[in-house]
C-alpha cells in the first residue's frame, strides 16, 4: 500500500526557506516510469494550489507563479522528496500536501494527510 508522508517545521520565519520532506512506503520514487511525486498547497479558506514535482527521472517543474522560489529534489536512499520554497511570507500560510501523480494528465492519485506551514514571526 502506497503512503506518503509529510514533514518538517510547523512554524517558519518571514523571509526564512520553508523545508518539507515527504517519505514514501510501499512504492520507489525512482522506478516507475510517468510518476510524478508532486507538492500541493492549501492557504486557510482558499482552494488547492499546485506547487511543483520531481520526476521518477528526476526531471523538476515548477507553478509559475511560484518557480522563482521553488526548489524540488529528492533523496533517493532514504525515498524522499523535499519541498524548499524561500522569501517565504504570511500568504505562504497553508497546510501543505505531498503527493504522487501518475500518467500522461498527472493525476494527483495518493496524498499524503498534509501538514500545516505558519509563517510568522
Known amino acids: 500500500q502506497v503512503q506518503l508522508q509529510e514533514s518538517g517545521p510547523g512554524l517558519v520565519k518571514p523571509s526564512q526557506t520553508l523545508s518539507l520532506t515527504c517519505t514514501v512506503s510501499?512504492?520507489?520514487?525512482?522506478?516507475?516510469?510517468?510518476?510524478?511525486w508532486s507538492w500541493i498547497r492549501q492557504p486557510p479558506g482558499k482552494g488547492l494550489e499546485w506547487i511543483g514535482y520531481?520526476?521518477?527521472?528526476?526531471?523538476?517543474y515548477y507553478s509559475p507563479s511560484l518557480k522563482s522560489r521553488t526548489s524540488i529534489s529528492r533523496d533517493t536512499s532514504k525515498n524522499q522528496f523535499t519541498l524548499q520554497l524561500s522569501s517565504v511570507t504570511p500568504e505562504d500560510t497553508a497546510v501543505y500536501y505531498c503527493?504522487?501523480?501518475?500518467?500522461?494528465?498527472?493525476?494527483?492519485?495518493?496524498w499524503g494527510q498534509g501538514t500545516l506551514v505558519t509563517v510568522s514571526s
Open positions: 503527493a504522487r501523480a501518475a500518467g500522461r494528465y498527472k493525476y494527483l492519485e495518493v
Open positions: 510501499g512504492d520507489s520514487i525512482t522506478t516507475n516510469y510517468y510518476t510524478y
Open positions: 520531481i520526476s521518477d527521472s528526476g526531471s523538476t
